[in-house]
Structure formats: structure tokens, C-alpha cells
């Protein structure tokens, strides 16, 4: 048996160098460079010329043919994980729907609004499975030998799969915040009417006191999200000897573009001995204070589910408050490193593409999930971290790619070719 493989290896090689001896002569016709080459087909004369030929700087027909495949792998890939999420999520809800006696048509729609959050979830596992398809399948036919022969590298192959990933990667920063976000919190807002048939004002938070800016304080008895509203308001301002110069007492007030329309108030005002200087009772004025309603959010949403912008105004609220804000500041950091997760993971996919000739599909779906599992650990240890301030924040969001992109790399200069 031994024997036969050696024979079967010896044959082989002597294939390839075939091949390569072969392809050797074809080389001009594959490369961009200008060289002269001399026509020795003809008789030779004196005033021989030499022909400059010009030739492509990268084989385009190599990167569409191999782009094509790719785009089928993650499409199919990616449509069968939000399958595979949208029946979870409606099984897991389905108590709900049968309690609420929901429609059909609420049903489906409320699963349909679940596809953005299932993409953003399952689209690096997507690209994993569909680069190691792609490549692994390729490695199989003999096709990557051939691309091999003619002199291309395999980075310089998968250029295309590489320069996606990156294009991507830097949408999915605005996508999560512009679409993704969105569209999740409108689905559970949704979901809780149907199933719970809640008021259309809903109670977001209550008996709220904060800290805003240049020495502003504010007690808010209530605050309702959907119409930037609150109840019950007492706004004071302090001096720098911590005694209170300026105070409004409201019914309510709505935050409105020109600044906070309060309702049935007064204001009061004191120097800075503490002698009461105004007073004045009014129905509805509009005072322009710094605080948006944002700040009165009780923390219903998780950074996770808080738009980039959001999370700022947070972490700066924590700051002026002088709170812990570790998690938050973690959260806000990845979610610019997270969406680069499709980046490492090409990369990761490119270098284990060829590590075997059969069952590609297995491997594929092994790496696939044995990476994101990997990732996905490695990630909540670095929250636990980065939390209780054992590393700083920045560290624990970044870490993963500074780690697994190299590793790429290294796995990709060391790829069989």
C-alpha cells in the first residue's frame, strides 16, 4: 500500500513540474509587465525589432469566476441562518402569539422584522462557510494548482473575497446603528403591543434624578419614551458654593426642536446670598436646557442595542454622574471593531481552506462554527474583564482581531500551494 502511494506521489509530482515547465512559456500571457520579448519564429535579420507587450495587472477573469462562487456559498449560507434563527425565534414566541390569540398576518410580520438582527448575527459565519467552500472546493477540482502554476499567490487570489470583507465590514458600522438597531426595537415594541396590548403611551422610567449640565439637576417623577415627554419635573440650578439660584417647577414638559416646553410651572430665582429675587407662574414656556431625553432612559436597551450616538450620550451622562461606565465604554468600542470580525474571519477561512482534498463542506461548517464559538467565548471573558476595569476597554473590544488576524496571515503564507 505504501508503495502504491509513493508511485501515486512520484507520478503526481511529475505532473506538476509538467505543468509548471509547460506553463512557463504561457507566463507573458498572464502577467502585467512590459517586457520586450524577441520573435525567434523568424529568420533572423539585421534590423530585428523588439515588440512590447502589454499584459493584465490582475487576472480578471480569475477574480470574477471566483467572486461568482463566493457570492453563491455566503448567499446560500446566509439564507439558511436566518432560516434556521427566524423558526427559533418564532417558536420561542409562540406562547405569546397563542395567549394574544395575534393574527397571521402580525405573525409574520413580526418575524420578518427579525431578518436584520438574524444577518447581523449569523453574517460572519457566513463568510466563513462560503470562503472555505469557495477555495475548499477549488483545492478539490485541482483548479487552485492550476491558478498556482501561472504564478498567482493565494492572497493575491482571494484579493477580491479580502477587499469585500473590508467594504463591508466598515457598512455594517453604519448599517447596525441605522438599520439594525432600529428596526429590532420597533420589532419588541411591536411584539409587546400585540401580545400585550399595552397602552400607546408607554412608561419608559420613573422617579428619575440626574445630574446635566453647568450645575443643572433634574427630578422627573415619570418619563415616556415615544413622545419625549415627562412628568411631574423639578429643574434647579446651583452655584458654586452648592446653593440653588434657579428652580422650575412643571406639571410636565415635552421636548420639542426649539428646547423643553414645560406646562403649568413656576420658576424661581435666588442670588448668590439665598434671597429669593422672582418669581413667575406661567402655562407654557419653552426653556432651552442642554439635556436631551435620552437621559432619562431608563436602561430598557443594553448597549448592544443602542445606536453609536446613543451610547455616547450615555457614557458621557455616567461620566457627569460619576459612575462606573466600563461596560458601556466596551460596548461603544466594539461596535467599531465587531463589524472587522467579517475581515478576520475571511482571512482565517483563506489559510484552513486547504487543509484537506475531502468532505470540504464538513470542514467548512467545523471552522465555521468552531471559530465563532472561540470568538464568541474569548469575547465574554474580555466583557468580564474590560467591566470590572482588570484591562481597559478598548483592549477587550480589539483584542480578538489583533489576536486572529495575524494568526490569518500566518495561516495564509503557510497554506499549501
Request: net charge positive.
Amino acid at each position: 500500500m505504501i508503495n502504491i502511494l509513493q508511485k501515486i506521489k512520484y507520478f503526481f509530482i511529475k505532473i506538476i513540474t509538467f505543468i509548471i515547465e509547460f506553463t512557463k512559456s504561457l507566463r507573458k500571457k498572464f502577467f502585467v509587465k512590459k517586457d520586450k520579448v524577441v520573435i525567434e519564429d523568424i529568420p533572423k535579420k539585421k534590423n530585428t525589432k523588439n515588440f512590447p507587450i502589454k499584459k493584465f495587472l490582475f487576472p480578471l477573469t480569475l477574480y470574477r469566476m471566483l467572486f461568482r462562487e463566493f457570492l453563491n456559498w455566503f448567499l446560500l449560507a446566509q439564507g439558511l441562518f436566518i432560516i434556521i434563527l427566524l423558526i427559533i425565534d418564532l417558536f420561542q414566541k409562540i406562547n405569546d402569539y397563542t395567549n394574544s390569540s395575534a393574527s397571521i398576518l402580525n405573525i409574520v410580520y413580526i418575524t420578518v422584522l427579525f431578518m436584520p438582527k438574524s444577518i447581523s448575527f449569523t453574517i460572519p459565519i457566513a463568510v466563513m462557510f462560503g470562503t472555505t467552500m469557495t477555495l475548499g472546493t477549488f483545492y478539490q477540482h485541482n483548479e487552485l494548482v492550476a491558478i498556482y502554476t501561472i504564478g498567482v499567490s493565494l492572497m493575491k487570489f482571494t484579493v477580491p473575497i479580502i477587499l469585500f470583507n473590508v467594504l463591508l465590514s466598515g457598512a455594517m458600522i453604519l448599517i447596525d446603528s441605522n438599520v439594525v438597531i432600529p428596526t429590532e426595537r420597533y420589532r419588541l415594541d411591536f411584539f409587546e403591543r400585540v401580545t400585550k396590548k399595552s397602552n400607546a403611551e408607554k412608561l419608559d422610567n420613573e422617579n428619575i434624578t440626574i445630574r446635566g449640565e453647568k450645575n443643572f439637576f433634574w427630578n422627573v417623577g415619570k418619563f415616556y419614551a415615544n413622545n419625549s415627554s415627562i412628568q411631574n419635573v423639578i429643574v434647579f440650578r446651583i452655584n458654586d458654593d452648592y446653593k440653588v439660584i434657579y428652580r422650575i417647577d412643571a406639571l410636565k414638559a415635552l421636548y420639542t426642536a426649539k428646547g423643553w416646553l414645560f406646562y403649568a410651572g413656576v420658576i424661581r430665582e435666588w442670588d448668590n446670598e439665598g434671597n429669593l429675587k422672582s418669581e413667575t407662574k406661567f402655562q407654557k414656556r419653552v426653556i432651552q436646557i442642554e439635556e436631551k431625553p435620552t437621559v432619562f432612559k431608563k436602561s430598557r436597551y443594553e448597549v448592544e442595542n443602542m445606536t453609536i450616538e446613543e451610547t455616547k450620550e450615555r457614557i458621557a451622562l455616567l461620566k457627569r454622574l460619576q459612575i462606573e461606565h466600563n461596560k458601556e465604554l466596551t460596548g461603544y468600542y466594539k461596535k467599531y471593531s465587531f463589524p472587522f470580525t467579517l475581515l478576520m474571519v475571511a482571512l482565517f477561512a483563506i489559510g484552513v481552506a486547504t487543509v484537506s482534498r475531502t468532505n470540504v463542506m464538513i470542514l467548512a461548517l467545523f471552522f465555521s462554527v468552531g471559530l465563532a464559538v472561540l470568538v464568541y467565548v474569548m469575547q465574554i471573558i474580555l466583557d468580564v474583564l474590560a467591566s470590572t476595569g482588570k484591562i481597559p476597554p478598548i483592549v477587550g473590544a480589539w483584542l480578538p482581531l489583533i489576536i486572529f488576524i495575524p494568526i490569518g496571515i500566518v495561516l495564509i503564507n503557510r497554506a499549501k500551494t
